[in-house]
């Protein structure tokens, strides 16, 4: 069992459309991260929240801690956002899964068509 | 963008052989990570360093090894490549374990 799980794992747009990744995960975290994995393979770090909402350019992340759930927003979709968007959470000490370690999910890939 | 090398970029080895994987910062970060990245799964931890010295396994540590002499290199051993290895291994670094992660280019590895 994944205990991070990203919704959809594909998806394709028009270019200028509002696109919503969603990621869930099981138990208690302290940060969620967001990344970036270009089709060259490189991996960048977009945000790390743990509450409420942060925004950069045209990306918007929001986090429901009560639902367990995170979604990443892009405004105005362009093809050079074509990328596999990664969620990866740190659960709380607490948990049984170690706080120092992120957990990963599979990520979604996201294609814009011109 | 932060400094961080592997190397090498991509290796070809048969099975059986030992494979050395390197990790260079220039960034002074106290953590460094070692993943895989595998089709159908999430990156999977497999050792990480909080400092010199300092290294604990991750989920899927089994036949890897690493060490850690100096702050600014990690070094990930795969003592016996078997083909379960092949994969595409990326390197991170962090300032502290709860800051973000800063990753490398990565290594494509293909044991045959």
């Known amino acids: 069992k994944n205990e991070v799980e990203q919704s959809p794992q594909n998806l394709t747009a028009q270019e200028g459309e509002f696109i919503t990744i969603n990621c869930s995960y099981s138990?208690?975290?302290?940060?969620l991260h967001w990344l970036q994995q270009h089709p060259g393979g490189g991996i960048v770090s977009l945000f790390m929240l743990s509450s409420g909402k942060k925004k950069h350019g045209r990306l918007i992340a929001t986090i429901n801690i009560q639902e367990k759930h995170s979604s990443l927003h892009i405004t105005a979709s362009h093809p050079r956002d074509s990328a596999v968007y990664i969620c990866?959470?740190?659960?709380?000490?607490?948990?049984?899964?170690?706080?120092?370690?992120?957990?990963f999910g599979t990520g979604t890939r996201l294609t814009i068509i011109p | 963008d932060a400094g961080i090398t592997q190397s090498p970029r991509h290796k070809v080895t048969e099975t059986g052989t030992p494979v050395t994987l390197r990790c260079h910062q220039t960034e002074n970060h106290r953590y460094m990570y070692w993943y895989r990245q595998d089709p159908g799964h999430g990156l999977r931890l497999i050792h990480y360093?909080?400092?010199?010295?300092?290294?604990d396994k991750g989920e899927v540590s089994d036949g890897y090894s690493v060490s850690r002499s100096k702050t600014e290199d990690f070094l990930l051993t795969l003592e016996s490549a078997t083909s379960s290895q092949t994969s595409v291994y990326f390197c991170?670094?962090?300032?502290?374990?709860?800051?973000?992660?800063?990753f490398g280019d990565g290594t494509r590895l293909s044991i045959l």
């Open positions: 360093s909080y400092g010199v010295k300092d290294t």
């Open positions: 990866a959470v740190r659960f709380s000490i607490t948990s049984n899964f170690g706080n120092e370690k992120l957990t």
């Open positions: 138990v208690g975290i302290s940060a």
């Open positions: 991170a670094i962090s300032q502290g374990f709860d800051q973000p992660q800063h």
